[in-house]
C-alpha cells in the first residue's frame, strides 16, 4: 500500500512536469526472490525512482530498460535468473536463487494507463481490488498483452480483455483471489493461443485500533505508522488525547467507558490492542470488541488480569462459552521476544499483530522448512 502511494506521488509530479515514466512490474518469480510478484517500480524520464522490485540488485538494470522502454515506446518483459553464469557475471547477483521476470511498460501505452486508473481508483476507495493483467500471450492471445481486469467487492469486473473465454476464466480468479486475498501468476490456455498474466490483489492498510493513551501507546502508535498503518487511539482522558506525543495517530477519539456500546469499528484489517491500564474500562472495552470476532485483539498485561477481565465479563451476563469469541484473543499480547522496554513492547505486539494477519507463527526463519514467501 505505502509503496503504491509512494509511485503516484511520483505519477502525478512527472505528469505535472510533462514528463514520460515508466512501470515495471515484477509479474513472475521461479523459486526464491527478496520480492513478491505484484512489487513495483517507478522510473521519471528524468531518472527519479521510487519502489522496488529486488533487494537493491536488479534496480540499476530495471532503471536503464525503463529508459529504453520510453524511447522506444513498447513494453519490454526481462528476465533474471541468479543461476544463469552470464546473468552472475553481468553483476546480477541476486541473492536467492530464483528466476525473476520483470514487465517495464511506458507511460504512452494506453494500457498502462488503464491499469494505473484501477490502481488509482483502490488508492481513492480503499476497497479491497483484485487486478488480474496479461504480461506475456502468444498465438491469437498475443493481441491481448497489457490488458486487464478488474475486479471489487463493490462492482462488476471491469476489463478490456477481448478474448471471452480468458476473460471468463481470469474473472473466476479475480473472484477466488479476492475472497482468499492472494497474489500470484497464473498460466492460462486456450485454443490457439496461451497467456501469463499477473493475479495481484490489493489490500488497504492494516488498522490498528489502540485503547489507552499512556506512554505506552506512544511507540506502538509510532512504529505503526512507519508501517504505513492507519491508527486509532482511544480513551476517556480529554488530556490524555490531545497530548502532541500522540500528533502521528490518524484518529483521537474520547470515549467514555458508557459509550463504548455506540462505538463503530470495521472489521476489515483491524487489529485492536488493550492498553488502558484500566479494569474498568478493558472490562468496557472487551464487552464491545469480543462479539465483533475482530483478526486480532490483544490484552497487555499478565495472564492472571485477562483472566479476571473475561470472568467479570461472565458476571455481567456476556456470553463466553462460544470459544470462537476467544479464538483471537492474545494475551498477553505481543511476541516472545524478552521485550520489557515500551518500545521493545511496541515491537513486540506489531509483530504478533503482522504474524497473525499473515497466518505465520512468528517463529524463526532457519526453522522454517517452507519458502519465505508463500505462493498460491
Aim: proline residues 3%; hydrophobic residues 40%.
Amino acid at each position: 500500500m505505502k509503496e503504491l502511494s509512494d509511485i503516484f506521488s511520483l505519477l502525478q509530479a512527472a505528469r505535472s512536469a510533462g514528463e514520460r515514466f515508466a512501470l515495471a512490474t515484477l509479474v513472475k518469480v521461479q523459486g526464491s526472490s527478496y520480492r513478491r510478484v505484484g512489487a513495483k517500480m517507478l522510473v521519471t524520464e528524468s531518472g527519479k525512482s521510487v519502489g522496488a522490485i529486488s533487494g537493491g540488485c536488479l534496480e540499476s538494470d530495471v532503471q536503464k530498460k525503463c529508459l529504453l522502454a520510453m524511447q522506444i515506446s513498447t513494453s519490454l518483459l526481462s528476465v533474471y535468473d541468479a543461476l544463469d553464469e552470464e546473468d552472475i557475471q553481468s553483476g546480477f547477483g541476486l541473492g536467492c536463487n530464483g528466476v525473476i521476470t520483470v514487465l517495464i511498460e511506458p507511460s504512452t501505452l494506453p494500457t498502462l494507463n488503464a491499469r494505473l486508473g484501477h490502481y488509482e481508483n483502490f488508492l481513492h476507495t480503499q476497497q479491497p481490488t483484485t487486478v488480474a493483467t496479461i504480461y506475456s500471450a502468444e498465438g491469437v492471445l498475443k493481441s491481448q498483452i497489457g490488458k486487464t481486469l478488474c475486479l471489487t467487492q463493490a462492482q462488476d469486473p471491469i476489463s478490456n480483455i477481448e478474448h471471452h473465454d480468458l476473460a471468463q476464466a481470469l474473472c473466476r480468479e479475480a473472484q477466488e483471489a479476492l475472497a482468499q486475498r492472494y497474489t500470484t501468476c497464473k498460466q492460462y490456455s486456450v485454443t490457439h493461443g496461451a497467456a501469463e498474466v499477473l493475479i495481484e490483489t490489493l489490500l488497504p492498510p492494516m488498522h490498528l485500533v489502540i485503547f489507552g493513551a499512556g506512554y505506552d501507546a506512544v511507540p506502538l502508535v509510532k512504529i505503526a505508522k512507519e508501517l504505513s498503518w492507519r491508527v486509532s487511539i482511544i480513551d476517556y482522558r480529554a488530556s490524555y488525547l490531545a497530548h502532541e506525543r500522540l500528533a502521528l495517530a490518524d484518529r483521537r477519539i474520547l470515549t467514555k467507558a458508557q459509550d463504548l456500546a455506540t462505538l463503530t469499528l470495521e472489521r476489515e484489517c483491524t487489529a485492536a490492542v488493550l492498553l488502558s491500564h484500566n479494569f474498568e474500562y478493558d472490562v468496557a472495552v472487551l464487552a464491545k470488541l469480543l462479539p465483533l470476532q475482530l483478526p486480532y485483539l490483544g490484552v497487555l498485561g499478565p495472564k492472571r488480569r485477562t483472566e479476571k477481565l473475561l470472568a467479570e465479563l461472565q458476571k455481567r451476563q456476556l456470553e463466553l462459552d462460544d470459544s470462537h469469541l476467544l479464538e483471537n484473543l492474545y494475551a498477553p499480547v505481543g511476541l516472545d521476544i524478552g521485550a520489557e522496554l515500551p518500545e521493545e513492547i511496541a515491537l513486540a505486539i506489531l509483530a504478533e499483530i503482522k504474524a497473525v494477519m499473515m497466518r505465520r507463527k512468528g517463529s524463526f526463519l532457519r526453522e522454517r522448512n517452507a519458502p519465505i514467501h508463500e505462493t498460491h
